[in-house]
């Protein structure tokens, strides 16, 4: 079976911050991207960080870049999001999901969300 556990969140003061980590199974990092993004009460989904599994490379919105960032444990096909200077505005259910690169474009799998929630 393929699972995407994210874990993580937390109430937190805004100006604090918090480590979301995405724990893969059932698949391996090879040929993905892993993305987080997040969904706030009333609002469109937004995609807000991503790295390449093959490279590393890394893509953020700009309303977390700076302040958000992606990293890779490959070795543990974990996926960690630290957050940094958290603002009201970063309260969000938050998903890790996995996109096939390659030959296995096309692939798509969602974790469960993580609720994060900033108060100010």
């Known amino acids: 079976d393929v699972q995407l556990q994210a874990s993580g969140g937390g109430l937190v003061q805004a100006g604090g911050s918090l480590r979301l980590s995405c724990a893969v199974s059932g698949l391996t990092f090879g040929n993905s991207a892993i993305a987080w993004f997040r969904q706030a009460p009333g609002k469109e989904r937004e995609g807000i960080a991503c790295i390449v599994s093959d490279n590393d490379d890394t893509v953020y919105s700009d309303s977390v870049k700076g302040r958000f960032t992606i990293a890779s444990d490959n070795a543990k096909n974990t996926v960690y999001l630290q957050m940094n200077s958290l603002k009201s505005e970063d309260t969000a259910v938050y998903y890790c999901?996995?996109?096939?690169?390659?030959?296995?474009?096309?692939?798509?799998?969602w974790g469960e969300g993580t609720q994060v929630t900033v108060s100010s």
């Open positions: 999901t996995y996109w096939g690169t390659g030959d296995d474009y096309g692939v798509e799998y």
